[in-house]
């Protein structure tokens, strides 16, 4: 038996590190959309808020419709936690912002529906796809969300953290930091092999990609950058 020489082991990078990384530029690409450019900037009136939360709700009906069947999951269920939930805050918010009848004849852009369809695909078929956008969303949410927050309630005078921009608030996760601290751990325990986690690296770029494609989409209904 031949004694095998110690191979140098390469460096150990979390996987929440790993997916942060990968997909850092698309990151920039999306927050510097020409839609959420002008959204930002304070150039768009309340009716592009509006149509953009629109579209959100879409993405976390469809996200929130598969959290039951996945608490169990043992890949997607530690992920599932009741404090992330949004669709009953984008709710609220679509009624302060459109009425009663907010629901009335509402029908997602084409490309809100594109990603819509691909969480449900993941929802039913891919725990570990679900959790690529489950993380893009909600870790997004708790983060840059909250300069959204801030904007919005400056440019389009909604009450602090009130109706209108619920969907930022997260009346149950006192300390968002800590809450993203766990959330990390849940991915760096991800329990799935190597080949796994480039496929939900992958997936959370295509998420990312899914986002820009919503983001194109108002920019074209609502064109004011030039
Ligand atoms: C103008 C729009 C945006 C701004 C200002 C913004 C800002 C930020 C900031 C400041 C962080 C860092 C927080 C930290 O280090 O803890 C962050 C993290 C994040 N954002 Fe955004 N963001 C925007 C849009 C988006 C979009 C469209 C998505 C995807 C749908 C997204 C997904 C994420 C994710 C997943 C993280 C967590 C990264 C990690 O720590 O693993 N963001 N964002």
């Not at 609220?92 to 029908?107: F, K």
Request: a negative charge.
């Amino acid at each position: 038996m031949e004694a095998s020489s110690p191979t140098p082991s390469a460096p150990f990078t979390p996987f929440s590190t790993v997916i942060r990384t990968a997909s850092h530029a698309q990151h920039t690409e999306a927050e510097n959309s020409s839609f959420m450019g002008d959204l930002l900037g304070g150039k768009l009136g309340v009716d592009a808020y509006r149509r953009y939360t629109e579209q959100l709700w879409f993405v976390y009906r469809t996200l929130e419709d598969a959290s039951g069947a996945l608490a169990g999951d043992p890949v997607a269920g530690p992920f599932i936690r009741p404090e992330l939930a949004r669709t009953a805050e984008l709710e609220r918010d679509l009624a302060h912002l459109g009425g009663p009848s907010w629901r009335a004849g509402l029908v997602p852009l084409p490309a809100t529906a594109a990603y819509a369809d691909r969480i449900a695909v993941c929802a039913r078929d891919w725990p570990a796809g679900y959790v690529a956008h489950h993380y893009t969303r909600y870790l997004g949410d708790l983060s840059g969300g909250q300069i959204i927050r801030g904007t919005a309630e400056k440019t389009w005078g909604f009450a602090r953290k009130g109706d209108g921009v619920r969907f930022y608030v997260f009346e149950e996760i006192a300390n968002p930091a800590a809450f993203k601290r766990e959330y990390r751990e849940l991915l760096d325990a991800l329990p799935v092999d190597d080949l796994e986690k480039q496929r939900v690296v992958d997936e959370c770029k295509r998420a990312f990609a899914l986002n820009s494609a919503v983001f194109r989409e108002l920019g074209e209904q609502f064109p004011m950058s030039a």
